[in-house]
């Protein structure tokens, strides 16, 4: 049973209607948001999908970097290496998967000093995709 009462103090118009769209629908998807400043906040998947390594000395040095900064960020880690299988135009290169608490979290990462020296580390020794993805 849900309590209204939790959902009265939102002042953003939005997330109010986002809301009482789940609660009319059934749908348990409150308990996958975060509730910041009134807001309703989706966590967020980051796909990393490699497409080339031209180093792996380099790509090892920026793993050991950017594991703990990004966990130090609110990074977990889902899933990483090369797919067990793909399907249609997909091509079994090293992916990783990571959910953060927000697309703010995700780019505060990203854009931190500790990740910043990471990617120093990697020194453009690989090719990838970035995407980040709304948790529904």
Not at 45 to 67: G, M, R
Request: charged share 25%.
């Amino acid at each position: 049973m849900v309590n209204f009462k939790d959902y009265m103090q939102i002042k953003n118009t939005k997330s109010k209607i986002y809301v009482e769209i789940c609660l009319f629908f059934g749908a348990n998807l409150h308990k996958r948001k975060l509730i910041s400043k009134g807001v309703i906040m989706s966590k967020v998947l980051q796909v990393v999908i490699y497409k080339s390594v031209s180093d792996e000395e380099k790509l090892a040095a920026y793993a050991k970097l950017a594991l703990p900064a990004m966990e130090k960020a609110g990074a977990k880690f889902l899933a990483r290496g090369v797919p067990i299988a793909v399907r249609e135009e997909g091509q079994k290169t090293r992916t990783v998967v990571i959910e953060w608490p927000s697309m703010e979290a995700a780019d505060k990462g990203y854009n931190g000093p500790e990740y910043q020296a990471a990617l120093e580390a990697l020194d453009g020794s690989a090719s990838r995709e970035f995407r980040y993805v709304e948790t529904i």
